[in-house]
């Protein structure tokens, strides 16, 4: 009887090994995922789309390395609710997420935890994650990234950060931006340094430490939002005939965003080639004086700025790489997503998708695939703005930031005015009534801003006073 009992562990220990090797066998193919956002981009500030003001060499070529989508887009014109449509896979405003977390009840204040995010979905499917640089989707404990399904942060909790940090300042906490407040896990760090460089320093450690099972990375750079400061190193780089403070600091942003895309595609290159990476911005540039977090973006040929429901708040730069398995060198002209991310991701991994999601696989499409466009709709609501899309097709209600108005339904052919700058509403009054019809039906499915007013107040508008920045509030 002993010995069978010997026998029988034996043989179940056997099994479980069985079922080890089998599991670790099956991740060993699955694609590391890395998704790096870059913060308030100008459209036309990278070489790629048209800039000449600095060369952006390395977000050129992973550009080129794989699928480089011209009609991307974000589900908002603003950083938290844009990041919320690519952390759960649909629109933000079916959650009432619609506007930034600045000031308020911080129990309720973020990404309702209801919500799955990909963090989620990847742990659960066996990988490593992190998040490394801007979370902005909530401040206290039960909205920090370690609870919403990375394993490690590295990085600050809200809107904006300052770049050239000082271990021996004065940690500083305001709800919409903070300063020498950077955390590992959830502990406050004293540190000098770049926040750019220390962020992707810090990526390149979280890759090479995860090499026995696959990773999710998604990397938030705060560059190029404000503050613009300007890092020593890269001084001597922006142009002697940009004078203007502002654009100088923007451009030094850049340069340095740039130079650690390019440390990190290098390191893709060498040690982790099977990753699919997506990069986009989380919404368009601010390029208007008034507006708030004005960084000089640059976001022609589109009209608009970060804050507007027209093209240029969210349309962005948005490139899909995977060596071997996408082509490279490629365009792809069908409207696309940010919300498309996480259910490609689960379809690459087999992990399954949560409840709701909105966004599509992208991978047949841009394998060539699939000839049907991802969406036959895509629409959009930021208080009191909204959008549609629909093929070539473009309504739009717009805020005027200076007159603090809306322009009523307008409608553009984006294959003929992607510019949007000859309104055709007058004279297809049919066409603006199917469309408004249209975004009247996806709105019936979102709910009220969970937060700081109503879909009728300007969420672009200056909320009222952040707390006092002080001393550090640990999360």
């Not at 759960?88 to 911080?106: A, I, Y």
């Not at 404990?141 to 600050?156: K, T, Y």
């Not at 004065?170 to 760090?189: C, D």
């Not at 805020?399 to 007058?426: C, F, N, P, V």
Request: hydrophobic share 40%; proline share 7%; glycine share 10%.
């Amino acid at each position: 009887m002993k010995f069978q009992s010997m026998i029988l562990r034996a043989f179940g220990g056997f099994i479980l090994a069985a079922a080890l090797f089998s599991t670790a066998s099956a991740q060993v193919g699955k694609p590391n995922i890395l998704v790096i956002i870059a913060d308030d981009l100008g459209y036309a500030d990278i070489g790629v789309h048209g800039g000449k003001a600095v060369p952006t060499p390395n977000i050129d070529a992973l550009a080129a390395s794989g699928v480089r989508c011209t009609n991307g887009y974000v589900t908002a014109p603003y950083c938290s609710p844009s990041r919320a449509g690519f952390l759960t896979g649909k629109s933000q405003t079916r959650f009432g997420h619609e506007f930034n977390p600045h000031v308020g009840d911080e129990a309720r204040l973020g990404l309702p935890l209801a919500q799955r995010t990909i963090a989620n979905v990847l742990h659960d499917a066996g990988y490593a994650t992190s998040l490394i640089g801007k979370w902005h989707q909530g401040f206290d404990a039960a909205h920090h990234p370690q609870s919403r399904g990375f394993d490690e942060f590295l990085g600050f909790l809200v809107g904006g950060h300052n770049f050239l940090l000082h271990k021996d300042a004065e940690p500083e906490f305001g709800s919409a931006h903070s300063h020498n407040m950077i955390y590992r896990g959830r502990e406050l760090q004293h540190l000098d340094g770049y926040t750019t460089d220390l962020f992707t320093d810090e990526a390149l450690g979280f890759m090479n430490r995860n090499t026995a099972k696959p990773w999710f990375l998604y990397l938030a750079y705060n560059a190029v939002h404000t503050p613009l400061e300007i890092a020593e190193k890269l001084k001597d780089r922006i142009p002697t005939e940009v004078t203007d403070p502002n654009r100088r600091g923007y451009l030094s942003l850049l340069l340095g965003l740039d130079d650690d895309i390019g440390r990190i595609t290098a390191e893709l290159k060498a040690k982790h080639p099977n990753t699919l990476v997506f990069f986009f911005s989380d919404n368009g540039g601010s390029g208007r004086k008034p507006f708030f977090a004005y960084n000089t973006g640059v976001n022609t040929p589109l009209r608009g700025d970060k804050g507007q429901t027209l093209e240029g708040g969210i349309r962005v730069p948005f490139f899909v790489s995977w060596p071997g398995k996408l082509p490279a060198g490629k365009t792809y002209d069908q409207p696309v997503s940010a919300m498309d991310i996480l259910p490609t991701a689960c379809a690459v991994t087999g992990a399954p998708q949560p409840n709701g999601v909105e966004g599509v696989n992208l991978l047949p499409h841009l394998k060539g695939e699939a000839t049907a466009a991802p969406h036959d709709t895509l629409a959009w609501r930021f208080g009191p703005q909204k959008a549609i899309r629909q093929g070539q097709w473009k309504l739009v209600d717009v805020r005027d930031m200076e007159a603090k108005t809306q322009s009523g339904w307008q409608l553009y052919d984006l294959s003929t005015d992607i510019g949007e700058q000859h309104d055709l509403a007058a004279a297809k009054p049919e066409l603006v009534a199917q469309l408004s019809k249209a975004w009247d039906d996806w709105n019936a499915k979102n709910i009220a801003p969970q937060w700081h007013g109503s879909i009728n107040e300007d969420p672009t508008a200056p909320q009222k006073p952040a707390p006092k920045a002080g001393k550090a509030k640990k999360k």
